[in-house]
């Protein structure tokens, strides 16, 4: 019963000057609402970079081409022309970690189907690349070594494409010209969403490599291969057998680097993680800046306070009150103080959150944990700022305290 007559005196205090006590939370609540929002856009920046490692495929390892370098200019990674078919094959023969993996040759084309056409990209895959970017078909077959080894006319659809050209129809089946070519349509690619760079990745038409090779552009290399390792733990030991067999096939010395790269589902999460620390980091920085300015303006006041009602001290004291409660009754006002802008700062927290998701298109989770961080984060400042000055009031002569006009 005494802590809640404590709590009852504490609130009295406080709202005998409102605005004076609003303004003194105002920090409070303004660093609170940055942990709450910073949390939310956090928890769901990562829930979001985890969507986006799973549509990149399952244990993905990439692998292109070097660079390319005349007269002291390099062209940059994939602008050498070392990866071939034979590299792609000879991989899935002799690499055990390596469960499947695919050519890529990619290109953009107009494409047109009755007096509709659309410019979209062209990959040149195997039926590998459906189990390494872990794509399932709505409708129809993938393409067999049968339709790689004759350069095949056939072609799979992605669901923007399929919209652009056959609206509400159905694609599956019909025919379609790139290039003027007429190409069948065998399959439409379950949706897929955009990538982790923003790209639309059903905007999309997947067909035999060796017939973009031969038939679309005139080349006999490949841009890039997309590879899945047998496990998530295979995938270091996927990379150095890859590299020891491509060394050796491409006759490279000790001395020399390679003439092509690899980048592992890991490193591309790892860079992801890292992008969303920093945000994370900056946010906390903004935050824990606002909640010092806070407490630092609890403080202030709590002096002010303990000043203004040094006779009322006196008094208590006169009839009785002793040390400890004096210090319990500032305490507990400077906690109840955080407390409310706490409450206010959880309320304005989730407001921003909501706002950032909807004006940016990022994602926010809301959690519990971050609201009771949020309340006990508060409670600590409170704490923390409000004992000097608790503890002071505590420690005043009753007589003088009487004296004091």
């Known amino acids: 019963m005494r802590l809640w007559r404590t709590i009852e005196m504490a609130?009295?205090?406080?709202?005998?000057?409102?605005?004076?006590?609003?303004?003194?939370?105002?920090?409070?609540?303004?660093?609170v609402a940055v942990v709450v929002a910073m949390v939310a856009i956090g928890e769901g920046a990562k829930h979001s970079v985890q969507e986006i490692i799973q549509g990149l495929g399952?244990?993905?390892?990439?692998?292109?081409?070097?660079?390319?370098g005349r007269g002291g200019v390099h062209g940059?990674?994939?602008?050498?022309?070392?990866?071939?078919?034979?590299?792609?094959?000879?991989?899935?023969?002799?690499?055990?970690?390596?469960?499947?993996?695919?050519?890529?040759?990619?290109?953009?084309?107009?494409?047109?189907?009755?007096?509709?056409?659309?410019?979209?990209?062209?990959?040149?895959?195997?039926?590998?690349?459906?189990?390494?970017?872990?794509w399932a078909l709505s409708q129809g077959t993938?393409?067999?070594q049968s339709d790689i080894r004759r350069r095949a006319k056939v072609c799979m659809l992605g669901k923007t494409v399929a919209?652009?050209?056959?609206?509400?129809?159905?694609?599956y089946g019909r025919s379609l010209r790139i290039n003027n070519i007429p190409f069948r349509i065998i399959g439409v690619l379950h949706p897929k969403g955009g990538s982790s760079w923003g790209r639309d990745q059903d905007d999309s038409i997947l067909i035999p490599y060796t017939t973009v090779q031969s038939r679309l552009m005139g080349i006999d290399h490949l841009h890039y291969a997309f590879m899945s390792a047998v496990s998530d733990t295979a995938i270091d030991r996927a990379v150095e057998e890859v590299t020891d067999l491509l060394r050796?096939?491409?006759?490279?010395?000790?001395?020399?680097?390679?003439?092509?790269?690899?980048?592992?589902?890991?490193?591309?999460?790892?860079?992801?993680?890292?992008?969303?620390?920093?945000?994370?980091?900056?946010?906390?920085?903004?935050?824990?800046?606002?909640?010092?300015?806070?407490?630092?303006?609890?403080?202030?006041?709590?002096?002010?306070?303990?000043?203004?009602r040094t006779r009322e001290i006196g008094i208590r004291m006169a009839v009785g009150a002793k040390a400890r409660h004096i210090l319990v009754q500032f305490l507990t006002e400077a906690i109840v103080l955080c407390l409310v802008g706490g409450g206010f700062g959880i309320v304005g927290g989730v407001g921003i959150s909501r706002l950032v998701s909807q004006a940016m298109e990022w994602p926010s989770v809301i959690s519990i944990s971050s609201m009771f961080l949020a309340v006990a984060v508060s409670g600590a400042i409170g704490i923390f700022f409000g004992f000097y000055p608790a503890r002071r009031a505590s420690r005043l002569d009753p007589i003088e305290a009487l004296r004091y006009e």
């Open 248 to 308: 050796r096939r491409h006759r490279i010395r000790d001395d020399e680097e390679d003439d092509f790269m690899t980048r592992t589902q890991l490193e591309i999460k790892e860079r992801a993680q890292a992008q969303v620390g920093v945000l994370s980091t900056t946010f906390a920085i903004v935050a824990l800046v606002s909640l010092v300015v806070g407490g630092i303006g609890v403080m202030n006041i709590m002096f002010v306070s303990v000043t203004e």
């Open 58 to 68: 399952t244990n993905v390892v990439m692998l292109m081409p070097g660079s390319s």
């Open 163 to 171: 919209e652009e050209l056959f609206g509400n129809d159905d694609s």
């Open 76 to 134: 940059g990674f994939g602008s050498k022309s070392t990866l071939t078919a034979e590299d792609v094959e000879a991989i899935l023969e002799e690499c055990p970690s390596i469960m499947a993996a695919s050519p890529v040759v990619q290109t953009r084309a107009q494409v047109v189907s009755g007096n509709k056409n659309w410019n979209t990209s062209i990959y040149g895959v195997t039926g590998d690349f459906l189990i390494v970017r872990n």
């Open 142 to 144: 993938s393409f067999g």
């Open 11 to 31: 609130f009295k205090a406080l709202t005998r000057n409102k605005l004076r006590s609003c303004l003194t939370m105002l920090g409070i609540v303004i660093g």
